[in-house]
């Protein structure tokens, strides 16, 4: 079992839409979850940040974390075309600043 | 604020060569952490140095060291080059405390033939 796990797409959403993007990991005992856009040819971006369960809002992008379930995702809401990206989630596992990626989740915004 | 620097851009080495990389972190942030990423692999960690200490180590073999100095800044090292080894070399800094991501740099895009 992967320890982190996203699924590949890509995932395609008409523009205006909700993209929903979902991730799980296999280490209970991970704390902070951070959610990464990376363009074709470019290098990973921070997003989006959240440790505690529920729901964390920052502009288009809301996070969403579910430590029980073991489950984190992210929601774009008015997704545009320029939102196109590889979308990677990341987990903490703790004991220092590494952070275990999963394969990432392609996202395509249709006009 | 300058952003995590990374040297050089593009490499191309022969099977066999040695290679290093260079990153600079963000101003203030002592903890750098590696990683490769590949098409078929993502993106695999491979160490993290605070305070000139390698405080995380990933699953990749010996060949692959690496260092940190005085004023944060990292360097990594791949002996005995392998065609496997190609791929996109990523630094990451950030501020110390598990709740902070990464920024990443640019990468290091190295092509072995």
């Known amino acids: 079992q992967k320890e982190v796990e996203q699924n590949s797409g890509p995932l395609s959403v008409p523009e205006g839409a909700i993209a929903s993007l979902n991730c799980t990991y296999s280490?209970?005992?991970?704390?902070?979850f951070f959610w990464y856009r990376q363009y074709s040819g470019k290098s990973p971006e921070l997003i989006m940040s959240?440790?505690?369960?529920g729901d964390k809002e920052d502009g288009r992008f809301t996070a969403q974390l579910n430590k029980a379930s073991q489950y984190v995702s992210l929601l774009i809401r008015d997704s545009q075309p320029s939102d196109s990206a590889t979308y990677l989630c990341?987990?903490?596992?703790?004991?220092?600043?590494?952070?275990?990626f999963g394969t990432g989740t392609q996202l395509k915004v249709e006009l | 604020k300058a952003g995590v620097t990374q040297t050089p851009r593009y490499l191309i080495k022969t099977r066999g060569q040695q290679v290093t990389l260079s990153c600079s972190p963000i101003?203030?942030?002592?903890?750098v952490s590696w990683y490769q990423q590949t098409p078929g692999q993502g993106l695999q960690f491979l160490f993290e140095?605070?305070?000139?200490?390698?405080?995380n180590k990933g699953n990749f073999p010996g060949r692959f060291s690496g260092r940190q100095f005085s004023n944060s800044r990292s360097e990594m090292n791949v002996s005995t080059l392998e065609l496997g080894d190609s791929a996109l070399y990523l630094c990451?800094?950030?501020?110390?405390?598990?709740?902070?991501?990464?920024?990443f740099g640019s990468g290091t895009r190295l092509t072995v033939v």
């Open positions: 101003s203030g942030h002592r903890s």
């Open positions: 140095y605070f305070s000139e200490t390698q405080r």
């Open positions: 280490d209970r005992g991970s704390q902070s």
């Open positions: 990451a800094s950030s501020q110390l405390g598990e709740n902070y991501g990464y920024t």
């Open positions: 990341a987990v903490n596992p703790g004991g220092g600043n590494k952070l275990t």
């Open positions: 959240i440790y505690s369960n």
